[in-house]
């Protein structure tokens, strides 16, 4: 179903209600591809004014530290006309979204991968908005038996100017619910907006987050609730022979043992990354207790070809199918004839490594299993993901599935697949009480689905100028893509975004090749795009090769750019670094940008380095281009959080094989960055384009800081990094 959400107000149907003593709005979208009102039978209660005048906000969204649903309050509030940060913001039951026939979903579905997805419900949250201010208008003026157009509205008050009288939108509310508008009010326009964009706004959860009050997954308590630890298979994709756990029995705590693994996986082709996997699970009195009875567990796992496989393994099978033309490629021009008389050819080969998502809170799930309910508390990343799963596993129908919010500590797309909510409920199925599920960090670690790895070739033909006519490029990846669907064999578009679909570079003959490959481990989402560092990077090669200024070759690549937010947001971050400005020997900056998400996100680094290799980062300069700015404070935020994390990424993090087995397993060896490593952020405003665009700000500042960090250590050492994490590279220079 199209999700294209028009301003036409018959495109909306508006109820009013009084729910629980309190005005309820409730808006029902039609989407582009219904063919009337009726289509739309069902309501969702978007906006509740209770009698103390406390707006309270539905929200599909799940708050994963983003600050989606507090930029969702701006939405409400830029209408309704009171303060944002006196909105209670309230999840919307998914069990109630099945029984009334996804009176929330049809409109977006429960997503909460990026901070911009907010605006798929703006229209939806700002007319709620809009049409209670006007209910509470109009509830006034009878009140008073006065003209609706005599009445304003503000601070989550309506004042008659003429009389001095006021009343609170609370003493309005029962009265407004049972107001008939003769016509829903047209919500405003973006460039009427006095609140989206003009003011900013804490995260509404932030006190919660600071006192302790916030419940995490990981804080979930139910009477009766029994612990849960899981070992499984060291090498992924083993599977269980034999193990001994006669003494793990008698220890203390320790209620059942569980045995999970594929003869007893339901999951689908659609929930395929959720598969149990072979795993020994022990269910104790209390976590530690579980803990200490599974790493006293001695098991024998069948571990297959995947047993004797090593980084070095997969490399070389890797780098074998970078010699190989690929079936797989998409062409622009005549490349072969442009290299033939090509001036300059530049060549390199780069280097991605898998990364592990290292959220803050470990995966984990709890559930309770009656023979006619499951009750679910589960900080998933995709909660109708999680549905399907625990309908899959539990064989009950959506209405029996009762899904209770909890905050979540960090995802980066770690916890899109769900493998520990597929194992909570399994868990529970056999246990009969209520139980918590929680990965140890080094299950986390050593399981992951992890950023995938890559190789990539890159070639260039440069005429006379120093100009690229030509380009190629090959990459060997490991495909997400493949790994949904074992018999893709396509353009990997996920793989190739910032090399095929997410760039405006202008070059006349193109050659791009895939080759899709699998190893034992899983990959999945991670937050930004993967070849940023690759592309980015090669470009600076480009231009040193062709004797142009990195600035002055993305410019001449972009001049057919049809979106004016390349060369805004190119120009912007270049003027506020003062790009070009004279640095003493060993201290240099470098550049990168690109496009994550609908986001133009351009970086540049300054970083210096001593002669015996010591890499200090000094500064990042960030301009983006997010169309219309919601939260300013909040942006600003997800620009330096997501730069940390990009940060984090380049200097140390990297997940390797030995055996079958990830060799890291805890943050002692999966380093990540100190809070001393941070450098200034300077976040820059200018290079939005403004309009009507409200693009998703969460992963676009992730990509671009690898590679403006290894090109500014080029400039400063000469020395060309093509591969990450630095940690590994020796930058002395004499």
């Not at 208008?137 to 009878?142: G, L, R, S, V």
């Not at 601070?155 to 016509?183: C, I, N, Q, W």
């Not at 064989?395 to 980066?412: A, Y």
């Not at 991670?526 to 600035?551: K, L, N, Y």
Request: aromatic share 8%; proline share 5%.
């Amino acid at each position: 179903m199209s999700q294209t959400i028009l301003l036409d107000r018959r495109k909306f149907l508006i109820t009013s209600a009084v729910v629980a003593g309190a005005l309820a709005i409730s808006v029902k979208i039609l989407t582009s591809d219904a063919k009337d009102q009726e289509s739309a039978a069902s309501f969702g209660v978007w906006l509740s004014i209770l009698q103390d005048g406390t707006p309270v906000l539905t929200t599909p969204k799940i708050e994963t530290g983003n600050g989606t649903n507090s930029s969702m309050a701006m939405f409400l509030c830029e209408e309704l006309d009171c303060d944002p940060s006196s909105v209670r913001l309230e999840e919307a039951d998914i069990n109630r979204d099945y029984r009334e026939g996804k009176v929330i979903s049809s409109t977006g579905g429960y997503l909460a991968w990026f901070s911009g997805r907010s605006n798929q419900f703006r229209e939806a949250v700002q007319q709620a908005g809009a049409s209670a201010r006007e209910r509470l208008k109009k509830a006034a003026a009878d009140r008073w038996d006065v003209a609706m157009e005599d009445i304003s509205s503000s601070d989550g008050t309506m004042r008659h100017a003429a009389s001095g009288r006021s009343f609170g939108y609370g003493e309005l509310a029962l009265a407004a619910a049972s107001v008939k508008l003769p016509e829903e009010p047209q919500i405003k326009k973006a460039e009427d907006w006095t609140l989206i964009g003009k003011r900013s706004l804490h995260q509404l959860n932030s006190a919660r987050k600071v006192d302790g009050s916030g419940v995490y997954g990981i804080d979930v308590q139910v009477p009766g609730m029994l612990y849960a630890s899981v070992l499984q298979a060291p090498v992924q994709g083993a599977q269980l022979r034999s193990f001994n756990a006669g003494t793990v029995r008698t220890m203390p705590g320790v209620k059942k043992i569980v045995l999970l693994g594929p003869k007893n996986d339901k999951s689908t082709p659609a929930t395929r990354l959720s598969r149990l996997r072979s795993a020994i699970v022990v269910v104790a009195d209390h976590y530690w207790n579980a803990k200490r009875a599974t790493d006293a567990i001695e098991a024998d796992w069948d571990e297959g070809a995947a047993g004797a496989v090593t980084s070095e393994t997969i490399r070389a099978r890797f780098r074998a199918k970078l010699d190989e033309p690929s079936k797989t490629e998409r062409r622009l021009g005549d490349f072969e004839a442009a290299m033939a008389i090509a001036a300059t050819v530049v060549e390199a080969d780069y280097e991605a490594p898998y990364q592990e998502h290292a959220a803050m809170e470990p995966l984990n799930a709890t559930a309770h299993f009656q023979p006619d309910r499951l009750d679910l508390w589960a900080p998933t990343q995709k909660l109708d993901t999680a549905m399907a799963i625990a309908v899959e596993e539990s064989g009950l129908k959506p209405e029996q599935i009762f899904f209770h919010p909890v905050m979540v500590g960090g995802q980066f797309g770690r916890r899109n697949p769900n493998d520990e909510t597929r194992q909570a409920v399994a868990i529970a199925m056999a246990v009969g009480k209520p139980v918590k599920l929680i990965w140890s960090r080094e299950e986390v670690t050593r399981q992951g689905a992890y950023r995938p790895y890559a190789l990539t070739r890159f070639r260039a033909g440069l005429g006379p100028d120093g100009f690229p006519n030509a380009w190629f490029v090959r990459q060997v990846g490991h495909s997400y893509q493949r790994q949904l669907d074992p018999d893709f064999d396509g353009f990997d578009v996920i793989a190739m975004r910032p090399i095929a679909t997410e760039t405006e570079y202008s070059f006349d003959n193109v050659n791009l090749e895939c080759h899709n490959m699998m190893t034992h481990v899983l990959v999945n989402s991670f937050r930004g795009s993967g070849a940023t560092f690759q592309v980015e990077s090669f470009i600076d090669e480009i231009a040193h090769a062709g004797g142009a200024d990195p600035v002055e070759l993305r410019r001449w690549l972009l001049r057919n750019a049809k979106d004016p937010g390349w060369l805004k947001v190119l120009n912007e971050v270049a003027e506020k670094s003062k790009w070009g400005k004279p640095l003493p020997r060993g201290r240099a900056q470098g550049i990168a940008i690109n496009l994550d998400h609908g986001t133009i996100t351009g970086q540049v680094a300054e970083v210096s380095v001593s002669p015996d290799g010591k890499l200090t980062v000094h500064s990042i300069d960030v301009a983006f281009d997010v169309g219309t700015v919601i939260n300013p404070e909040g942006l600003r935020a997800q620009m330096e959080g997501g730069i940390l994390f990009g940060l984090s990424n380049t200097l140390r993090e990297e997940i390797t094989f030995k055996d079958g087995r990830v060799e890291q397993s805890n943050f002692h060896d999966y380093e990540v960055l100190r809070m001393a490593e941070t450098p200034e952020i300077r976040v820059h405003f200018g290079g939005n384009t403004g309009g009507k665009k409200l693009e998703p700000c969460g992963e676009t500042p992730v990509p671009p800081v690898a590679p403006a960090i290894c090109n500014a250590i080029f400039r400063a050492t000469g020395k060309r990094v093509r591969s990450i994490p630095l940690k590994k590279h020796d930058l002395s220079w004499s």
